[in-house]
């Protein structure tokens, strides 16, 4: 049994917006005799968009009218209808993610995207997205090493660490091609970020507004980004600058990392030289590009030629956001797609006493998500045991089902998250609990933390499974 689901990301970017139509293939791979097992088997890009200028307005608003013309366009030259796309992600990056409407652009295209499609944005979520787009995660699992990967854009620079196949830590710099604009024509500076700007004061290098440049004379700033960039990695000691330029957080270097791999409009110009006028862009990108390829970012470390460069982004957003849901699932009611839970993660300690500690420990930390003293919707998410006993389903279900006292005398139906398959038992038991009166929403095999959000789309598979997205959300 195969099915096929029709996935898009769309990556709004410092500089230019584009979108990736995927198809993920679903397969069960249980034999008959066991409980289905259903995995995206297989991902395949299907329509790749035109790449266009994320257009902004004058007010430092970015312009959701263009952006919806451009993906109408995008759709019919792909020939495809919104109502045929099952999941997805729109994301909002780099320094686009600051606008003054980044989080109303996020839902607005949300919704005219297509039915099911994530909304988010934040630099950790982009770092994972783009090295996976990149292909970072296979290069560490299939070569049994640490790997980097740096996706530079516009404005910033995502970095992801992967061990093995596993995500170990992300961060975020301030730094891309798009910080310094030159005019193309009379090589004018135009604009300086204000990061940029004081790096460029601290380090006594002129660097004006208005100022006419060469490549020579811009070597001393674009040689302090590369230094920061080989600090993020560990080739050399964190300076007086690295702080500032960090966007939210830098890579906990708690190992060596011997391998590199770029992604992002920038990373073009690392692995391969450009042709023609190096201020083509408007802005130094080709030249940093070339500074990094002439660093000991390259010469220190092995180089893995990315997959995809500058759309890793929009491929990552299009085909690794979905998850599968585990087969051992109990829902009451189509109330599907539901959209942008908040879950709150329970602590180990919290589930190995009794039932009583468990609805204390429920009852407490639902408090972080009241809103004015009003409390919204909640996914509680536990770790759940291997082969629960009867006796531990029942205490489970009690514990969980006094602790959201509070919460299930709203109209919300109950959505739990187990970690391990065991979500069918307790869903059906708390349903019991319930008087069968109150919705229930109880799956497993998804790994979730507090501070993510959950997106449910609509059953697949004949009902077996549902395809779940999980969203770190982080905006600045």
């Known amino acids: 049994m195969e099915e096929q689901l029709l996935s898009v990301g769309i990556d709004m970017g410092t500089s230019t917006t584009q979108i990736v139509l ?205 230094k920061l960039l080989e600090e993020s990695v560990g080739l050399r000691q964190a300076g007086d600058f690295y702080d500032t330029i960090i966007t939210n957080k830098g890579l906990k270097l708690e190992r060596s990392i011997p391998c590199i791999s770029f992604s992002g409009g920038v990373a073009d110009y690392i692995y391969q030289e450009a042709s023609g006028d190096v201020f083509q862009y408007g802005d130094i990108g080709i030249l940093l590009g070339r500074a990094i390829a002439a660093s000991p970012l390259t010469s220190q470390m092995t180089v893995a030629r990315s997959a995809e460069t500058i759309r890793a982004t929009v491929v990552g957003a299009g085909s690794h956001t979905t998850e599968i849901s585990g087969s051992t699932i109990t829902y009451t009611e189509e109330s599907f ?16 006493g009794s039932s009583d500690r468990l609805s204390q420990a429920v009852a407490d930390k639902l408090n972080w998500f009241k809103l004015n003293n009003d409390l919204q919707r909640v996914a509680i998410a536990v770790e759940g045991k291997k082969s629960p006993s009867f006796q531990e389903v029942q205490k489970y279900a009690q514990g969980l089902y006094q602790g959201m006292s509070e919460l299930l005398e709203r109209d919300y139906p109950l959505i739990v998250i187990v970690h391990h398959d065991m979500a069918k038992v307790l869903g059906q038991t708390l349903y019991a609990l319930l008087g069968y009166k109150k919705d229930v929403v109880c799956i497993d095999s998804v790994m979730v933390d507090n501070g993510d959000y959950i997106d449910i789309g609509k059953p697949i598979a004949n009902g077996k499974v549902l395809p779940v997205v999980i969203k770190t959300l982080v905006f600045h």
């Open 22 to 226: 995927s198809k993920l293939h679903i397969q069960n791979l249980a034999s008959s005799f066991s409980v289905p097992r259903l995995v995206i088997t297989d991902k395949e890009v299907v329509y790749r968009s035109d790449i266009c200028f994320t257009p902004v307005m004058e007010d430092n608003r970015i312009d959701m009218q263009k952006i919806q013309v451009f993906i109408q366009e995008q759709y019919e030259k792909a020939g495809i209808r919104k109502e045929d796309i099952q999941t997805g992600a729109v994301i909002i990056t780099g320094e686009t993610a600051r606008k003054e409407n980044a989080n109303e652009a996020v839902l607005s295209l949300s919704g005219f995207a297509g039915d099911f499609v994530v909304a988010t944005a934040g630099p950790d979520l982009e770092s994972i997205i783009a090295a996976k787009g990149a292909g970072a995660h296979t290069y560490s699992k299939e070569h049994s090493t640490s790997i980097v990967n740096i996706d530079i854009g516009g404005g910033t620079s995502n970095l992801a660490l992967f061990a093995n196949g596993d995500l170990i830590d992300t961060g975020c710099l301030d730094i891309g091609g798009r910080l310094i604009k030159v005019d193309q024509g009379t090589h004018e500076v135009t604009y300086i970020a204000p990061k940029i700007k004081q790096l460029a004061e601290q380090r006594g290098i002129k660097l004006a507004l208005r100022q006419r440049v060469t490549p020579v004379d811009l070597e001393p700033i674009i040689g302090e980004m590369v």
């Open 337 to 352: 797609p539901i959209k942008n839970i908040p879950i709150l993660k329970l602590a180990a300690a919290d589930e190995s």
